[in-house]
C-alpha cells in the first residue's frame, strides 16, 4: 500500500529479515538458558561447545531482544495475513540447506535409503504437542545405528533433539511429541556406526507451538517438577527379548517464548536437556534436546531386553536439577 509520501512500501518475505537469520541460524548462535540457545550437533550429536559460547558472550542481553524481536514480528504480521506468515515446503528447504553444515559439516546426506523413516500429522491438531515417529530399519544399516538427529526446520532451535542409541539396544522405533512453531519439514537424520548419514523428511501444517501458552500454570509444574512414570508394554510376539517403553516425564520444558499469563513477561526457557535410560547399567537410549520438545517430555521406544536388571532413567534440566528413578523390569508398567 503507498505511503504517506505516495511511495508504494516495499513487502518483505513473512517473518521478515531479522526473524528469517534467526530461524535459521546456526544452533551455535544460541546461549545456553536462552531462547533457541546453543545446540552443536557436529556430527550428529549435541554439546555444548565452550569455545563457541564465550565467543557469544557479549551477545547474551540481546537474546531476549531477539526474542522479542520474533514475536513483534510476527504479531504485526499476522494482522495483515497469517496465511502469508507460514513456511512453504521450498523455504524450509532454503533454511535447511543453510542449516545443515553447520550442524553436520561437508558430509553427504543419504536421502530415502530405507535405513530410517518418520511419521508424522500433515496437519497437527497441536502445534505445542505435534506426535513424532521414527522408525529404524537394522537390515540396511548392518554395522548398526548409533544416532538419530530430530531437526525442525522453522523452529527458532532447528535442532529439536539427538538421540544416541546403545550398542546392541536394539532400538527400531522412537516416538515423542514436539513443538512446531511455522510449516516445516520434519527431518530425522540417523548416522550409522560407519559413519554414514541417512535421512528422512515429512512436511506438517502447524503454527505456534513453541509461544503456545504451557497447559499447567508455573506452580503447578513446580510441584509435580520431575516425576515419572514408564510403562511397559506387552511383547507383539511371542519368544521375543524385545520389550517396548513409555517414559513420561513431569517438567514444564518452557521454551523462552512464552509468556506468563498474568504478567505478561517471558518465561525464563528451562527445559530437560540431558536424559540418558539404561537397563542394569547398560545403556538403551540417551537424548541432549532443547526448546522443540514439548512440555511433560514422553518418550516411547523399543529395545533388547538382557536379563531382568532394573529400567534406570536420569534427566537433568537447564537448571542442573536432576531427577532420577528405577523400576524393575518385570513390574514397570504403571
Not at 49 to 68: E, I, W
Not at 214 to 223: R, T
Not at 276 to 290: D, T, Y
Not at 297 to 306: A, G, L, S
Amino acid at each position: 500500500m503507498p505511503n504517506s509520501n505516495g511511495n508504494r512500501r516495499r513487502r518483505h518475505a513473512p517473518g521478515g529479515r531479522k526473524a528469517r537469520r534467526f530461524a535459521k541460524a546456526s544452533p551455535k548462535a544460541y546461549p545456553q538458558r536462552q531462547p533457541g540457545h546453543h545446540l552443536s550437533c557436529i556430527g550428529g550429536g549435541i554439546e555444548m561447545q565452550n569455545q563457541a559460547y564465550s565467543s557469544r558472550q557479549l551477545a547474551l542481553p540481546l537474546a531476549s531482544v531477539f526474542t522479542a524481536i520474533i514475536l513483534t514480528i510476527g504479531t504485526l504480521l499476522g494482522s495483515s495475513g497469517a496465511a502469508n506468515a507460514q513456511q512453504t515446503t521450498a523455504s524450509s528447504d532454503r533454511i535447511w540447506h543453510d542449516l545443515k553444515g553447520d550442524v553436520f559439516g561437508d558430509r553427504a546426506i543419504l536421502v530415502d535409503t530405507g535405513v530410517v523413516r518418520i511419521e508424522a500429522p500433515k496437519r497437527a491438531q497441536d502445534a505445542a504437542i505435534v506426535p513424532v515417529d521414527i522408525y529404524l530399519d537394522p537390515a540396511k544399516a548392518p554395522d548398526g545405528i548409533k544416532s538419530v538427529t530430530l531437526i525442525i526446520d522453522a523452529n527458532p532451535a532447528p535442532v529439536a533433539a539427538t538421540f544416541q542409541l546403545g550398542k546392541d539396544a536394539g532400538v527400531t522405533h522412537l516416538s515423542t511429541r514436539v513443538r512446531v512453531n511455522d510449516y516445516s519439514y520434519l527431518r530425522a537424520i540417523a548416522e550409522t556406526q560407519g559413519g554414514q548419514l541417512h535421512m528422512v523428511q515429512t512436511f506438517v501444517k502447524a503454527s505456534g507451538g513453541c509461544s503456545a501458552p504451557a497447559v499447567k500454570n508455573q506452580d503447578e509444574a513446580n510441584a509435580t517438577m520431575g516425576q515419572m512414570k514408564l510403562r511397559q508394554f506387552p511383547p507383539k510376539e511371542t519368544m521375543t527379548k524385545t520389550e517396548e517403553l513409555q517414559l513420561m516425564i513431569r517438567h514444564p520444558n518452557n521454551s523462552g517464548l512464552q509468556r506468563d499469563p498474568l504478567t505478561q513477561y517471558f518465561i525464563p526457557a528451562h527445559f530437560v536437556q540431558k536424559l540418558s535410560i539404561s537397563q542394569a547399567g547398560r545403556p538403551i537410549l540417551s537424548m541432549e534436546g532443547g526448546i522443540s520438545i514439548s512440555e511433560d517430555p514422553n518418550f516411547r521406544f523399543d529395545f533388547t531386553v538382557h536379563g531382568n536388571g532394573e529400567i534406570q532413567v536420569e534427566a537433568i534440566d537447564t537448571d542442573g536439577k536432576t531427577f532420577r528413578n528405577q523400576w524393575p523390569l518385570e513390574t514397570a508398567g504403571l
